[in-house]
Nanobody
Framework: VQLQASGGGLVRAGGTLRLSCVVS????????AAWFRQAPGKERELVAA????????IYSGSVRGRFTITRNKAKDTVYLQMNSLKTEDTAVYYC?????????????????WGQGTLVTVSS
């Protein structure tokens, strides 16, 4: 299983970025996916998660209304569209996936992680 994240970069406050995560999971066809982030000196936190069953998505309060998680099943790619970026969104963003039935907001439930992609939002 491999997750390959991309799309990070430097953007000004108010700008947009779209992160992509290609999920290579040949053993499983159904999986939940999520984006987490970790800012310097802070713990890793959930940004958004997507449940395969029911096409349900959840968001952290700090990004709700600005970020959107989507999945292209045909391409096995999960996206995070980030609009109206703020300086406090600066962090390393990680995509993750899981095949177990634990809640999608539980960081410890995720078995598979991609490398991080750095998002820097300047003022």
């Amino acid at each position: 299983v491999q997750l390959q994240a991309s799309g990070g970069g430097l953007v000004r406050a108010g700008g947009t970025l779209r992160l992509s995560c290609v999920v290579s999971m040949r053993t499983f066809s159904a999986y939940d996916a999520a984006w987490f982030r970790q800012a310097p000196g802070k713990e890793r936190e959930l940004v958004a998660a997507f449940a395969w069953r029911g096409d349900r998505a959840i968001y952290s309060g700090s990004v709700r209304g600005r970020f959107t998680i989507t999945r292209n099943k045909a391409k096995d790619t999960v996206y995070l569209q980030m609009n109206s970026l703020k300086t406090e969104d600066t962090a390393v963003y990680y995509c993750a996936a899981k095949t177990n039935s634990e809640n999608i907001d539980k960081i410890s439930a995720y078995d598979y992680w991609g490398q991080g992609t750095l998002v820097t939002v300047s003022s």
